[in-house]
């Protein structure tokens, strides 16, 4: 083949592969939020039956499955628990933030069998690595302040979305600001 054919193969070849590209992942929520199997909640069969009644209630309520695995398990989003946000370029926790983790820990303590998956994440400015790292480091600073309260340690994992998952879009300090946070999702097997 001529240097030519091979240069017409190779541009279609690669026009190919950015065609085809690589799919985005989609999140998907699915409600209702607690899937029932033979009469009993996910979580009920995961041994939450020692909790009290309305405590499991109020929990299940709260939950809404995500569509995407987490590091141990399926992923489920609560409003019982709250973001905690950075200064830019910071992983250290605020005043306000330690409360929130605080209220965490007492919903951990009040469900002794739930494990969690603190989301670390960031702003759009930096690289891809250096927020992933950032990202890390902002989520095993939750986890650690959550392990001094007497959280176990092998009931919370910790991943770094760095800035690939933000939360507001905007291209501004108010979109940054949300951005830079901590997010927590419950895990179940």
């Known amino acids: 083949m001529s240097r030519k054919g091979l240069g017409v193969l190779a541009l279609i070849l690669c026009f190919g592969l950015i065609l085809i590209g ?45 569509k995407e695995p987490g590091i141990e398990g399926e992923v489920f989003e609560s409003k019982l628990f709250k973001d905690i946000h950075f200064d830019f370029d910071k992983y250290n926790i605020h005043p306000g933030d330690a409360n929130i983790l605080k209220e965490d820990a007492a919903l951990l303590e009040k469900y002794p069998k739930v494990k969690i ?23 095993n600073a939750a986890k650690k302040y959550l392990i001094s309260l007497g959280i176990s340690e092998s009931r919370i994992s910790t991943i770094s979305y760095g800035k690939e998952r933000p939360l507001d879009p905007g291209h501004n300090e108010e979109a940054w600001a949300k951005n830079r946070r901590d997010h927590t999702v419950i895990l179940s097997k």
């Open 22 to 66: 690589c799919p985005k992942k989609t999140v998907v929520k699915e409600e209702p939020s607690v899937k029932k199997e033979g009469g009993v909640t996910k979580l009920e069969a995961q041994g939450t039956k020692e909790m009290k009644p309305e405590g499991a209630k109020e929990l299940e309520k709260s939950l809404v499955a995500k």
């Open 117 to 139: 998956q603190i989301e670390g994440h960031c702003d759009e400015r930096g690289t891809t690595e250096y927020n992933l790292a950032l990202g890390e480091r902002r989520a």
